[in-house]
């Protein structure tokens, strides 16, 4: 069975920090990768995929990067955190085609202050 | 417009009661609509989805209803349980750059009174 595992579970970070988030998917050859962001009880807001290995495509980009640097792993990342970042991050895998069901991960939830 | 609206913000059922949720579009490329349900500090759980070919999903206690003609959609949950308050998500997918983009309505919070 696949498994989707996203780090950390938390964090708290400065402005100004930079940042690294994690998602790894276990059980599944050559998936599409996701990245959304969530604000505090609002919706969901796609900011990257990548249907491979070291091909990432931007939806918004928030200040932020995405690049993939194995098949399995999806890494989020930004030299200089601003407040807007804080919120919720969630990775999804999916095996694209027309029904592209997208399966997200437990989420990471960031602070910046 | 590459939008999609949800109604209503937030309801309260009775337990064994029907909720009914709905969502609209414009977006003629749109062609295929999931549907999440979400707890508090978890992801989102791919509760029932539905191609732009069919008008109606069922599964178990959830149904799910599309037409395209009016570009909506609808969520039904009956007999809502407690275990069934969480946050409800429509959304929207469509071929973007050689991949798909999910589009996800603002969202539905709903509680089930015992």
């Known amino acids: 069975a696949q498994t989707i595992h996203q780090w950390p579970v938390a964090e708290i970070k400065a402005v100004g920090s930079p940042l690294s988030l994690g998602c790894t998917i276990k059980?599944?050859?050559?998936?599409?990768l996701y990245w959304y962001w969530q604000a505090t009880g609002g919706t969901l807001q796609q900011l990257f995929y990548?249907?491979?290995?070291?091909?990432v495509e931007s939806v918004v980009q928030l200040n932020l990067s995405a690049s993939r640097p194995k098949d399995d792993q999806f890494i989020l990342s930004t030299e200089k955190l601003l407040l807007s970042h804080s919120g919720f991050y969630l990775c999804?895998?999916?095996?694209?085609?027309?029904?592209?069901?997208?399966?997200f991960g437990p989420g990471t939830r960031l602070l910046v202050l | 417009q590459q939008q999609v609206r949800q109604s209503p913000q937030s309801l309260t059922v009775w337990e064994g009661g029907t909720t009914v949720l709905t969502c609209s579009y414009e977006?003629?490329?749109?062609?295929?609509f999931p549907w999440y349900q979400q707890f508090p500090g978890e992801g989102p759980a791919l509760l029932i989805s539905?191609?732009?070919?069919?008008d109606k999903k069922e599964d178990g206690r959830f149904t799910t209803f599309f037409n395209k003609r009016e570009k909506k959609l609808s969520l039904h949950i009956i007999d809502s349980q407690p275990g069934d308050s969480a946050t409800y998500f429509c959304?929207?997918?469509?071929?973007?750059?050689?991949?798909?983009?999910?589009?996800f309505g603002t969202g539905t919070t709903v509680s089930v009174s015992p």
């Open positions: 990548s249907i491979t290995v070291g091909q």
């Open positions: 059980g599944k050859s050559s998936p599409n």
């Open positions: 977006d003629s490329t749109f062609n295929y």
């Open positions: 539905i191609l732009s070919v069919s």
């Open positions: 999804a895998w999916s095996l694209g085609g027309n029904q592209d069901t997208q399966y």
């Open positions: 959304a929207a997918s469509f071929s973007y750059q050689g991949g798909r983009a999910l589009i």
